[in-house]
């Protein structure tokens, strides 16, 4: 059964990075089957994708924070990576990781339990 | 274009049928059948529910089926339990992009 898992700081300073690692046990990061995301959702909002990676290593971003986003992955180490420059507190949100299939169309078909990050002094 | 569009809230009584739309565009709903769909209970990660417009994973209930006409797809409940209260988001593949719905809220009466 695949499993992700976030892991990162829960506060980051207004114009600081934030920065959270997703933990892939179960499977691997390098299937030409998926795709490695990142998705966030504001307090009491929805759902907005971030950003994806290929086992290929080729990223896709929101061009609504592509100026701000890196994907990156590690498959020696089974995990992928956020990177989100210059945070204000519009950028408080939970934080998910998932995996998006192929053999299920480009669905989000495994989730991380998400972490919350605040952006605050 | 940003978000697809989805009804704020949806109700219906204990065994009733609902249905939620999500309206795209000729861009992505329209052009894919590509539309997934995620039940999200408060304080919880999303959980798949339909994927490719009409096809359910493994361990969904029946009660849950999508379908699409045009730039718009559907999420129906059919004979709707307690336990189907939730939110509820749509997905469209759009190319190198991925949209997702605003989101409704499911209320059981």
């Known amino acids: 059964q695949l499993q992700l898992q976030e892991s990162g700081p829960g506060l980051v300073k207004p114009s600081a990075t934030l920065s959270l690692t997703c933990t892939v046990s179960g499977g691997s990061i390098s299937s030409s089957d998926s795709y490695w995301a990142w998705i966030r959702q504001p307090p009491g909002k929805g759902l907005e994708w971030i950003g994806y990676i290929y086992s290929s290593g080729t990223a896709y971003y929101n061009p609504s924070l592509s100026s701000r986003v890196t994907i990156s992955a590690d498959t020696s180490n089974s995990h992928f990576s956020l990177e989100l420059s210059s945070v204000t507190a519009a950028d408080t949100a939970v934080y998910y990781c998932?995996?998006?299939?192929?053999?299920?169309?480009?669905?989000?078909?495994?989730w991380g339990q998400g972490t919350l990050v605040a952006v605050s002094s | 274009q940003s978000a697809l569009t989805q009804p704020a809230s949806v109700s219906g009584s204990l065994g009733q049928s609902i249905t939620i739309s999500c309206t795209g565009s000729r861009n992505d709903i329209g052009t894919y059948n590509l539309v997934s769909w995620y039940q999200q209970h408060p304080g919880k990660a999303p959980k798949f529910i339909i994927h490719e417009v009409t096809k359910r994973p493994s361990g969904v209930s029946d009660r849950f089926s999508g379908s699409k006409s045009g730039n718009t797809a559907s999420l129906t409940i059919s004979g709707v339990q307690a336990e189907d209260e939730a939110d509820y988001y749509c997905?469209?593949?759009?190319?190198?992009?991925?949209?997702f719905g605003t989101g409704t809220k499911v209320t059981v009466l």
């Open positions: 998932a995996r998006r299939s192929l053999s299920t169309g480009y669905s989000f078909d495994y």
């Open positions: 997905c469209s593949y759009a190319g190198s992009r991925t949209f």
